[in-house]
Nanobody, 123 residues
C-alpha cells in the first residue's frame, strides 16, 4: 500500500536552516508529482511546493520562493524540502502529499498524505 513518512522536523532558531524528508513506498515514486503542504497552528492547509517526477520542474508559493527548495531522489524514493532563512511564521506541521494522477501534468490535487513532521521556528 502507499505510504508516505515524513521526518526531520525539529525546533530551529529564526534565520536557521532545516531539511525535512519524506520516504515513499508502495507506488512508482518517479511517476508522480509530489508536494509539500503545511498547516500552521489554528490555520488551514497551505500548499507550498511541488516537483515533477523527474525532479526538473518545481513550483513554489510566493511566501517561500528563494528560501525553500523542493527536491527528490528517485533512487531512494525520497522527497526533500530544504528550508533556509526560517521565520517564526514558518512554524507548522509539514506534510508530503502525492498528486492524485500520475504523469507530467501537475493536477495539484492529492490522494495520499503522510502523518506530518513538526517544524517550530522560535528563539
Amino acid at each position: 500500500q502507499v505510504q508516505l513518512v515524513e521526518s526531520g522536523g525539529t525546533l530551529v532558531q529564526p534565520g536557521g536552516s532545516l531539511r525535512v524528508s519524506c520516504a515513499a513506498s508502495g507506488f512508482t515514486f518517479s511517476g508522480y508529482f509530489m508536494s509539500w503542504v503545511r498547516q500552521a497552528p489554528g490555520e488551514g492547509l497551505e500548499w507550498i511546493a511541488a516537483v515533477n517526477g523527474r525532479g526538473v520542474t518545481t513550483y513554489y508559493v510566493d511566501s517561500v520562493k528563494g528560501r525553500f527548495t523542493i527536491s527528490r531522489d528517485n533512487a531512494k524514493n525520497t522527497l526533500y524540502l530544504q528550508m533556509n532563512s526560517l521565520k517564526p511564521e514558518d512554524t507548522a506541521l509539514y506534510y508530503c502529499a502525492r498528486d492524485r494522477r500520475p504523469g507530467n501534468q501537475w493536477v495539484a490535487e492529492f490522494d495520499y498524505w503522510g502523518q506530518g513532521t513538526q517544524v517550530t521556528v522560535s528563539s
